[in-house]
Nanobody, 120 residues
Framework: QVQLVESGGGLVQPGESLILSCAAS????????MIWYRQTPGKQRELVAR???????NYADSVKGRFTISRDNVKNTVYLQMNNLKPEDTAVYYC??????????????WGQGTQITVPS
């Protein structure tokens, strides 16, 4: 079992910054990709940013230049630094982590989701 705990959401004004974190715990042997998604009511979950085990990053076009994903492999934590937030960034943000457990079985875990609201 691998659990993810997210923190850092809230209400922010346009142009402000926020950082999300997502900590993985449990019987972890290896973490591979760490990903942030977001979802608004009535829409599909959207990939926001992804970081591989080697540190390669990918971003949605809508957040490039404003968001930065990073990871701490010692703490098994992924971060999402969000700058210059816009009302269209309002969503529930989820982290997703995959890898191998201590029993060498694959896992693919999701965080509980954290709401970010940027009023217009």
């Amino acid at each position: 079992q691998v659990q993810l705990v997210e923190s850092g959401g809230g209400l922010v004004q346009p142009g402000e910054s926020l950082i999300l974190s997502c900590a993985a715990s449990g019987s972890i042997f290896r973490i591979d990709a760490m990903i942030w998604y977001r979802q608004t009511p009535g829409k599909q979950r959207e990939l926001v940013a992804r970081i591989s085990s080697g540190g390669r990053t990918n971003y949605a076009d809508s957040v490039k230049g404003r968001f930065t994903i990073s990871r701490d492999n010692v703490k098994n934590t992924v971060y999402l630094q969000m700058n210059n937030l816009k009302p269209e960034d309002t969503a529930v943000y989820y982290c997703n982590v995959d890898g191998l457990t201590s029993w060498y079985s694959a896992f693919d875990s999701w965080g509980q989701g954290t709401q970010i609201t940027v009023p217009s």
